[in-house]
């Protein structure tokens, strides 16, 4: 086992358990202040209220705080959620009160400075794509994916053709047949082969007339990049079928390629992954929309444009020729288009690098696992790392006792379970902003508790108890989602 840096030696306190104020504030009758309140929802009795000093209550919150695990406290190895450094400035940018006090009513004139933003992020991320445009009203990754299959459905039924189902490989992420159904079209699965990659025989029996398009995601959940997008294009087009890419995992490949060299006629990105907003962070997401030329007339209303006034640059919402209509109450979640300007303009045309980057850590970690855990796919990997239970099978663990183990040795838990079509699958991320010590670090620890569980019958029983450090140590977690007790 490799030597642990001495910086990651764990020296804080372990919380077993912090009461609620109610338990130990010294409780009193209250009458909340309801003057203002409408009669009928007043309470008719004062209630009892928890009373304890400032000090208390800071150490309360304080305690709460620590439970918490952030990328600040070390590696977040949640494959699929991009949990990587997001620069503070960008978030103090987005706190700037002229923004925070924006509202989207004040109407165009008063509001050409943050469309203006708006503006560069799409036309930054049309450059990156190579796209004809982009459209930033979605709120997240799936809802952009919705939106991209309304789009579709509104295309052939402009075009006048009958289409009733899209294809989706079995290495797409979940949130894909979900859109598909909610926009009315069957979703037909189609399979992948050992590597990874897409069964173009199996394409080719399951696509017919009625085939709407093929809702790829690339790179796909097993982290592989799908190396027969043209042949695939090309098959679909004898169809007069669209290729929808999900393109969530940008983080990848931003830089990179051309989407309208892959011939992709939709696609959605999150910009709470890879452009500086966290995907695991419990806040708004934001979506984007990117269509071929022949697609960007469905685009949602409102898009937004640049057209001159008095010969100056103006900023307007406009209805595109053929739109869906609105997805969304306002124009995005403007907050975190912020921040992915801001992350933009930073990087620059440094892209590249970042999703260099990424794949070179990504591939690391795989390379330096392999024989402790066993990788899903032989090809090298993208940004992310899959593997399968085998390994931890025959040592008589399962991919969940890994994960609480990891959580003992002062990480964030890799996904797990996911994606479906790996037994057991394990799924790390490392992103481009960890450095190579603690990647280093987390690989020593995955070793040294499969290597443990190898050992001997004690050191497996040790693997299968974990977690013995974490706050609450084994939780009903089916039990907790069919009963959920709300209240104390
Ligand atoms: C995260 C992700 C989504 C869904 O995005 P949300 O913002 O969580 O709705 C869709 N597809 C892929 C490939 C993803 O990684």
Same mark, same amino acid.
């Given at each position: 086992?490799?030597?642990?840096?001495?910086?990651?030696?764990?020296?804080?306190?372990?919380?077993?358990?912090?009461?609620?104020?109610?338990?130990?504030?010294?409780?009193?009758?209250? *009458?909340?202040?309801?003057?203002?309140?409408?009669?009928?929802?007043?309470?008719?009795?004062?209630?009892?209220?928890?009373?304890?000093?400032?000090?208390?209550?800071?150490?309360?919150?304080?305690? $709460?705080?620590?439970?918490?695990?952030?990328?600040?406290?070390?590696?977040?190895?949640?494959?699929?959620?991009?949990?990587?450094? &997001?620069?503070?400035?960008?978030?103090?940018?987005?706190?700037?009160?002229?923004?925070? &006090?924006?509202?989207?009513?004040?109407?165009?004139?008063?509001?050409?400075?943050?469309?203006?933003?708006?503006?560069?992020?799409?036309?930054?991320?049309?450059?990156?794509?190579?796209?004809?445009?982009?459209?930033?009203?979605?709120?997240?990754?799936?809802?952009?994916?919705?939106?991209?299959?309304?789009?579709?459905?509104?295309?052939?039924?402009?075009?006048?053709?009958?289409?009733?189902?899209?294809?989706?490989?079995?290495?797409?992420?979940?949130?894909?047949?979900?859109?598909?159904?909610?926009?009315?079209?069957?979703?037909?699965?189609?399979?992948?082969?050992?590597?990874?990659?897409?069964?173009?025989?199996?394409?080719?029996?399951?696509?017919?007339?009625?085939?709407?398009?093929?809702?790829?995601?690339?790179?796909?959940?097993?982290?592989?990049?799908?190396?027969?997008?043209?042949?695939?294009?090309?098959?679909?087009? &004898?169809?007069?079928?669209?290729?929808?890419?999900?393109?969530?995992? $940008?983080?990848?490949?931003?830089?990179?390629?051309?989407?309208?060299?892959?011939?992709?006629?939709?696609?959605?990105?999150?910009?709470?992954?890879?452009?500086?907003?966290?995907?695991?962070?419990?806040?708004?997401?934001?979506?984007?929309?990117?269509?071929?030329?022949?697609?960007?007339?469905?685009?949602?209303?409102?898009?937004?444009?640049?057209? $001159?006034?008095?010969?100056?640059?103006?900023?307007?919402?406009?209805?595109?020729?053929?739109?869906?209509?609105?997805?969304?109450?306002?124009?995005?979640?403007?907050?975190?288009?912020?921040?992915?300007?801001?992350?933009?303009?930073?990087?620059?045309?440094?892209?590249?690098?970042?999703?260099?980057?990424?794949?070179?850590?990504?591939?690391?970690?795989?390379?330096?696992?392999?024989?402790?855990?066993?990788?899903?796919?032989?090809?090298?990997?993208?940004?992310?790392?899959?593997? *399968?239970?085998?390994?931890?099978?025959?040592?008589?663990?399962?991919?969940?006792?890994?994960?609480?183990?990891?959580?003992?040795?002062?990480?964030?838990?890799?996904?797990?379970?996911?994606?479906?079509?790996?037994?057991?699958?394990?799924?790390?991320?490392?992103?481009?902003?960890?450095?190579?010590?603690?990647?280093?670090?987390?690989?020593?620890?995955?070793?040294?508790?499969?290597?443990?569980?190898?050992?001997?019958?004690?050191?497996?029983?040790?693997?299968?108890?974990?977690?013995?450090?974490?706050?609450?140590?084994?939780?009903?977690?089916?039990?907790?989602?069919? &009963?959920?007790?709300?209240?104390?």
């Amino acid at each position: 086992m490799q030597e642990t840096p001495s910086f990651q030696n764990k020296t804080t306190m372990v919380i077993r358990r912090s009461p609620l104020v109610a338990e130990y504030g010294r409780l009193e009758e209250e *009458s909340p202040r309801q003057d203002n309140l409408p009669r009928e929802v007043q309470r008719k009795k004062p209630d009892v209220f928890p009373h304890l000093k400032e000090p208390l209550l800071m150490r309360h919150y304080h305690r $709460l705080a620590r439970m918490n695990y952030s990328w600040d406290d070390g590696l977040y190895p949640l494959g699929s959620c991009t949990m990587k450094y &997001n620069p503070v400035m960008h978030d103090s940018l987005s706190a700037r009160p002229a923004y925070l &006090n924006a509202h989207p009513a004040w109407g165009e004139e008063y509001s050409q400075g943050a469309l203006r933003l708006v503006y560069e992020t799409q036309k930054m991320l049309e450059d990156i794509l190579d796209i004809h445009s982009v459209n930033l009203q979605p709120a997240a990754g799936a809802h952009g994916e919705l939106t991209g299959v309304f789009m579709i459905r509104r295309y052939f039924e402009d075009k006048g053709v009958d289409k009733n189902n899209i294809l989706i490989p079995d290495s797409a992420h979940g949130t894909n047949p979900a859109s598909a159904m909610m926009s009315a079209f069957d979703s037909v699965q189609v399979k992948s082969l050992p590597d990874g990659t897409l069964d173009l025989e199996d394409l080719k029996n399951k696509i017919n007339d009625k085939t709407a398009a093929l809702m790829i995601t690339n790179p796909n959940t097993l982290g592989v990049f799908e190396k027969n997008i043209i042949a695939i294009k090309e098959i679909l087009e &004898n169809y007069h079928a669209l290729l929808f890419m999900d393109g969530a995992n $940008l983080n990848a490949i931003a830089g990179r390629v051309s989407f309208k060299k892959m011939g992709v006629d939709v696609t959605q990105l999150n910009l709470h992954k890879t452009f500086s907003t966290p995907h695991g962070g419990g806040g708004p997401g934001q979506g984007a929309i990117g269509a071929s030329e022949r697609m960007a007339p469905y685009l949602p209303s409102p898009s937004l444009r640049m057209t $001159l006034k008095d010969q100056k640059p103006w900023y307007e919402f406009y209805s595109p020729a053929k739109s869906i209509g609105k997805m969304k109450a306002w124009y995005g979640q403007f907050g975190i288009i912020i921040r992915a300007w801001a992350y933009l303009k930073t990087v620059g045309n440094r892209m590249a690098d970042i999703s260099g980057k990424a794949v070179l850590n990504a591939n690391y970690i795989k390379n330096e696992l392999s024989g402790f855990l066993e990788p899903a796919s032989e090809n090298p990997s993208m940004h992310e790392a899959v593997f *399968s239970q085998k390994t931890l099978t025959d040592a008589g663990i399962s991919t969940m006792n890994l994960a609480k183990a990891l959580l003992d040795r002062g990480f964030y838990a890799p996904t797990v379970y996911f994606p479906l079509n790996v037994p057991g699958a394990i799924m790390i991320e490392p992103t481009e902003t960890e450095s190579k010590e603690e990647m280093d670090y987390f690989i020593s620890c995955v070793r040294e508790i499969v290597d443990m569980a190898r050992a001997s019958d004690e050191g497996r029983a040790r693997i299968a108890g974990s977690p013995y450090d974490t706050a609450v140590r084994h939780i009903d977690e089916v039990g907790a989602a069919r &009963n959920p007790r709300l209240q104390w």
